[in-house]
């Protein structure tokens, strides 16, 4: 029999190899940032992503990605980066609308060209009950890059959202040019197309959605 297929097919083993990356990463991060003698920015960016490898856990490890976090914006006070990466965390990990909020307004402030950032704040003012101002963000985001794919999807959603299928499905469709193998953008023109009442074409989108995301 082909033992390596089944080996290959068995989720735990796949959980086991991120488990084990993870590890190997914290490690070397905690190399860089406790004996490698970095200083200035260079130290602030190894805290930085030691940080965003802890910031998904509770307790210990969240709080000690939160001081990461605030020493590397200590050490380089103007990093607009440092400010994004912790009002993320706020938002995904601690639901902090607040604290997310004020992070990303100082990111923007610092680089306002960067359209991530907008995306970004976009998702916190929608999770404050702000659509206007989420679609206000997501419409600047991508007037600085007309080819964020995050900017696409979240706008076709909020279009979606609203009823406004045309503009979603034109947003939607955009993005799945930019990212053809995103199996997520397929299933939300599923979605899309199924309230415009397209049935075939949103089983056409839910096939190809699984069949992305069954090759992983």
């Given at each position: ?40 920015r260079d130290l602030a960016e190894a805290l ?169």
């Amino acid at each position: 029999s082909d033992l390596h297929g089944s080996a290959e097919a068995s989720p735990t083993a796949d959980a086991n190899v991120v488990l084990e990356q993870h590890r190997k990463a914290r490690e070397a991060c905690d190399k860089l940032v406790d004996t490698a003698g970095l200083n200035g920015r260079d130290l602030a960016e190894a805290l930085l992503d030691r940080a965003d490898l802890a910031a998904p856990e509770t307790g210990k490890a969240y709080t000690q990605a939160m001081a990461d976090y605030e020493r590397a914006i200590a050490l380089v006070p103007d990093l607009a980066d440092a400010y994004w990466r912790r009002g993320k965390a706020n938002l995904l990990y601690a639901r902090d609308l607040t604290a997310a909020l004020r992070d990303l307004d100082t990111a923007i402030r610092l680089e306002p060209s960067n359209s991530q950032f907008y995306v970004t704040r976009a998702s916190i003012q929608s999770w404050n009950g702000r659509p206007e101002l989420a679609m206000s963000d997501l419409n600047q985001a991508l007037s600085l890059d007309p080819e964020n794919v995050h900017a696409l999807t979240n706008r076709g959603l909020a279009y979606s959202n609203d009823g406004n299928n045309s503009r979603a499905l034109a947003d939607f469709d955009a993005a799945l040019k930019l990212a053809p193998n995103d199996s997520g953008v397929y299933g939300f023109r599923a979605a899309a197309r199924r309230q415009a009442g397209d049935e075939k074409g949103a089983k056409a989108d839910d096939e190809k959605m699984m069949e992305l995301w069954l090759k992983g």
